[in-house]
């Protein structure tokens, strides 16, 4: 047993001499020291100082003579730590210097700074008559720095959140939160996030990558009114993320999110057609919630024209072309602004049998809408004719 006293921040030295069970083969002394070996460094990598990670490292090596064996304590050696490739950032070695035991072994510690990046230590040991004998490099990794704003991202697993005028539905929102030279903060990194609209979880610590997730839940204040972001009116708002980067400065980014409502078909036109032998006609029409926002990733929109089935087999019946989308159908992305491709949508209806001059036939053309969310579902048809 030994007892040491320690003082936070300083490290203390110690040498343990412990008897071996049996002799070593080959008589009990050693040789001069030959070369220096590594025996390991706890752990390889650091964390950028004042972060609240692991910020030091210990190292150890053995000097070994020429036949391979530890040093015995009658050939100690002094052993000199040095930093190869220093990082600027007051990373340092304690103790610099250490004189080997009785096994041949010196330990010591590296402690990083504020600067994340890859450090070498060499170990040096300087004896009477001969030239020095050095240690291969020790890279150890000085990483999870402080968040940085330029590496701060803020993001939504659906900015289209179907869930205006819905009670208890969830959206995760996500963030990636790295240092000045582009690593990931240090782990358990705290974030705190607050939403204008509906509960949002307070805060998440960070994983080894610098990521983590909270749940925004639907509810009360819906994004009407004041609750709403200003400029783009009811059904958006705000979420942000924040946290502490170096020196206490406030890092923080946000996102604007939209809650969409149930589904409408309108704006139909023109609500009927008669299109001539060979000829075609244009439609347009709107998809969108009551507020002409669009709806949520994955709602398909598909146009579809039929004609009645003729009265016997003999019977001449037009046929009809129609051209939308990839085989009638469009799906939406995760969109959240209203225009061309996300609420204001257009179709040609053609004929297809341009040798029936003579024959009219009736054609329905019909739209529907179909979410995987809480957008609902939406049908409108129009009649009309084709020559």
């Known amino acids: ?30 040789g001069v020291a030959q070369t220096i070996a590594f025996l390991g460094a706890n752990p390889r990598e650091v964390s950028v100082f004042g972060v609240g990670g692991q910020e030091t490292a210990v190292l150890g090596w053995e000097v070994r003579d020429s036949l391979g064996l530890p040093i015995d304590a009658a050939h100690s050696v002094a052993l000199a730590f040095t930093i190869q490739g220093a990082l600027g950032g007051n ?44 240690s291969s490099p020790v890279r150890l990794i000085i990483r999870a720095g402080f968040a940085d704003q330029a590496h701060f991202t803020l993001g939504a697993v659906r900015f289209n959140f179907p869930a205006l005028n819905r009670f208890g539905f969830t959206d995760q929102i996500s963030v990636l939160i790295g240092d000045m030279y582009s690593n990931p903060v240090a782990e358990n990194t705290a974030v705190y996030f607050n939403s204008v609209a509906g509960v949002i979880q307070p805060s998440v610590f960070t994983d080894v990558n610098g990521q983590g997730s909270v749940n925004l839940f639907s509810g009360n204040p819906q994004p009407y009114g004041i609750y709403s972001a200003p400029g783009f009116g009811d059904g958006y708002h705000y979420i942000v993320a924040r946290t502490i980067g170096q020196g206490g400065v406030s890092v923080r980014d946000t996102i604007l999110v939209l809650w969409s409502g149930s589904s409408i078909v309108d704006s139909l036109l023109p609500n009927t057609f008669n299109i001539p032998n060979a000829g075609h006609q244009d439609f347009t029409f709107k998809v969108s919630d009551a ?26 019946v037009n046929q009809v072309q129609l051209d939308f989308g990839v085989g009638g159908s469009i799906t939406l992305e995760d969109v959240i602004f ?50």
Do not use: C, M, W
């Open 1 to 30: 047993t030994v007892i040491v006293q320690v003082q936070s921040g300083q490290s203390i030295p110690i040498t343990l001499s412990l008897s071996r069970l049996s002799p070593v083969s080959g008589g009990t002394g050693t």
């Open 91 to 134: 990373e340092y070695i304690s103790p610099v210097t250490v004189n080997t035991n009785a096994s041949g072994q010196a330990f010591t510690t590296f402690n990083a700074g504020i600067r994340s990046g890859v450090v070498q230590i060499v170990a040096t040991a300087t004896i009477t008559g001969r030239p020095p004998i050095v």
């Open 291 to 316: 507020l002409g926002h669009p709806l949520s990733a994955g709602t398909t929109i598909s146009v579809l024209a039929t004609v009645p089935p003729p009265p016997s087999p003999d019977f001449p």
């Open 338 to 387: 209203p225009g061309p491709g996300t609420t204001k949508f257009s179709f040609r209806l053609s004929d297809g049998s341009s040798q029936l001059d003579s024959v009219n036939t009736a054609v329905t053309v019909a739209i529907s809408v179909s979410s995987p969310g809480q957008n609902g579902n939406a049908y409108t048809s129009i009649n009309g004719n084709v020559r």
